[in-house]
Each structure stands twice: as structure tokens, then as C-alpha cells.
């Protein structure tokens, strides 16, 4: 644990084939599509992609799993050029909700017209654990995603399925972004992912952990994610921008 934590660089911040989705109107939310656990929304990015974004929300419940919660921070990524996708992933919580995000992306994507662009994994709360261990599945078939940023990650419980993480790419690129004022998690989430990856070998020198501090104006919680204050983008949608337009 010492040594990824000593390895891992630490940032202070203050607050297949086809065109992609030009056919859909950029920046409007698509959805949803499907039904239950399987039901996506997606974005399609301005102008031409040049990425596509996995979004994984957080456990909070029917209007968490819906993406009301992040919508500007999903339209800005689009704006930005990624191509969005917004899985349900799970009704009240999934012990094994990656078949759930795979035939989320199986709707989606086609619609978005199956850019061939890097893919980036971006997970809150429990879906910043989720994250982590679905880049791992994709890994173990082959279709590593470019990179994944954890923000503010959980704990996963016993019952459920975690990924190989011993399948990552060590190329791969990983932030963790941990709240001075986070006290939800309070960074267990983030230890138990260090260890993990320590003991799977992957290489500390690719995980970037990115501390937000909280201002007089602005408090790092476990809900801050949510809000679109100038102090917010720059914790959050800024290192984001500057994660996936380093993969592109």
C-alpha cells in the first residue's frame, strides 16, 4: 500500500467503424432505451467524437441511476467531443451489474455509430469502485478502456462480483479523486482499491490521486459532484477534460 501511494502522484486541485453521432442532435440526451437494469441514455459529442465517455453513477436510488443528477457535467463532456453514455446499470443495487452496462453499451452505441475512439470510464461513489473493476472486464476480452477517473469511490460489499484486476493494461491511466470534506466514504473506497491494485501489480506510477479541497466557498463532500459552481468544474470537470483529451 505504501509503495502505490508513494508511486501515485498526488494533485491538489480547488474545487467499430463509422462517423460517430453527427446523425443525432449533439448535446440532447437520447433516452432512455431498454428497460430495468438495462436502460441507457447517451449524448452524442459536438461535431466529431473523439472519445467515448462511460459514466457510471453512483448508488442513490431511482434518481441517481437516472442522470439527472450529472446532466450539465454529461453535456459539457459532450461539448467537449466524447460521445456520452449514461447506464441504469442496476435497480437498487446489482452484485454483478457488468452484463448490465455491456447491454447498455450494446443499445447505445450503435446509435452513436460505433466511433473507433478511446474509451474513458468515469464512476462516482459506487460507481467509481464499479469503475475500476469494469475496466477490468473489458481488459480480460481485449478492450481495455484508455483510462478511468474514480471520483470519490465506495466500498463494494462481499456478495459482490469484483474484476480481475491482474487483466488491467498497464498503460492504462487512473485517477482517484478524494474530498477533504467526504466524510461518505471518508477515502475507504480509494484504500481498498489501492490495495487491490497492489497486490494485482499494476503499476503505481500510472494512478494519479487527486485531493479536492474544500474553500469558504465551496465544500468538498460527498455530494459537491453534483453541483455546477465554478469551484466544481474546476475540482472536477477540469482534471476530467484534461484525463481524456490526454488519451485522445
Not at 102 to 124: C, F, M, N, Q, S
Request: proline share 7%; charged share 20%; with cysteine.
Amino acid at each position: 500500500m505504501r509503495r502505490v501511494l508513494l508511486l501515485a502522484a498526488v494533485a491538489a486541485t480547488a474545487g467499430c467503424g463509422g462517423s460517430g453521432g453527427s446523425h443525432l442532435a449533439a448535446l440532447q440526451q437520447q433516452g432512455p432505451i431498454g428497460s430495468g437494469a438495462n436502460e441507457v441514455w447517451f449524448y452524442a459529442a459536438k461535431g466529431k467524437p473523439r472519445s467515448l465517455v462511460i459514466f457510471l453513477h453512483g448508488y442513490g436510488g431511482p434518481v441517481e441511476e437516472t442522470p439527472k443528477n450529472h446532466i450539465p457535467w454529461l453535456k459539457h463532456l459532450a461539448a467537449q467531443g466524447s460521445d456520452v453514455i449514461y447506464p441504469r446499470y442496476e435497480v437498487g443495487g446489482a452484485a454483478d451489474p457488468y452484463p448490465n452496462i455491456d447491454a447498455a453499451l450494446g443499445e447505445a452505441t450503435p446509435r452513436l455509430g460505433k466511433p473507433h475512439v478511446p474509451v474513458i470510464v468515469i464512476g462516482y461513489s459506487r460507481g467509481g469502485r464499479v469503475a475500476v473493476d469494469y475496466a477490468a472486464v473489458r481488459a480480460a476480452r481485449g478492450e481495455e478502456p484508455s483510462a478511468v477517473l474514480a471520483v470519490f469511490p465506495g466500498e463494494h460489499s462481499q456478495y459482490e462480483t469484483l474484476g480481475p484486476l491482474k487483466k488491467l493494461d498497464s498503460k492504462l491511466k487512473l485517477e482517484i479523486m478524494l474530498g477533504d470534506k467526504d466524510t461518505s466514504v471518508d477515502g475507504r473506497g480509494a484504500r481498498v482499491i489501492l490495495a487491490r491494485l497492489e497486490l494485482a501489480g499494476f503499476p503505481g506510477s500510472q494512478i494519479k490521486l487527486i485531493g479536492v479541497k474544500s474553500t469558504p466557498s465551496f465544500k468538498a463532500d460527498h455530494f459537491s459532484v453534483m453541483k455546477t459552481s465554478r469551484e466544481a468544474k474546476a475540482a472536477f470537470w477540469k482534471p476530467a477534460d484534461k484525463l481524456i483529451d490526454s488519451v485522445r
